[in-house]
């Protein structure tokens, strides 16, 4: 019996996150109260306690696995060449692919972060801050080897992730580019507001 229910849970959390996440996306996580986020699962609030302590402990599941897919995906992205142009495309086209293919992971993740208690804020802001370091370092090597011209690092890894943030809010896969079109413009600005010779 005890197996079951460990079975359970690890079968019914992904589709109680993706309920809560639409949910905090629709409403706002303010608004969303468990016995929705059960309502739109079909199970009562004793049958969800089952599989998730609280709607905080969804909040902070939803925004920490944001964060590390973005930071396995920017790892991975720059693994295997050591040259700064390519390693920054490569880092912000997988950056605008997540926020294309995960429009609300970064609707909530942007508009709820005021709603994240301790420690589960100070994690997440951790984790956001690396992974911002994770392009200026990018940037900043090519500054250092004289293929970027800027004067700032963090301003260019800043605009970069607006860049690609912003994606989420208007990109459609009916819209009028492909994603791969999109990706591949938005790795020309980055290189752009790196200041390299295109």
Partial sequence: MPTRSRDQRSTRGP????????????HGYGATTMADIGAAVGMRGPSLYKHVTSKQQLLAEIMVGTMDAL???HDRAVSGTDDPGERLRRATEAHVRYHARHRLEAFVGNRELRSLEEPNLSRVLAMREAYEHGFRGLVQAGVDTGRFHVTSARLVSYAILDLGMG?????REDGELSENQVVWQYGEFALRLAGAAL
């Avoid at 589709?15 to 629709?26: C, D, M, P």
């Avoid at 994606?167 to 990109?171: E, F, I, K, R, T």
Wanted: net charge negative; no cysteine.
């Fill in 71 to 73: 930071i396995t995906e």
């Fill in 167 to 171: 994606v989420a809010v208007w990109y």
């Fill in 15 to 26: 589709s109680i996150r993706l309920a809560a996440l639409e949910l905090f996306t629709q």
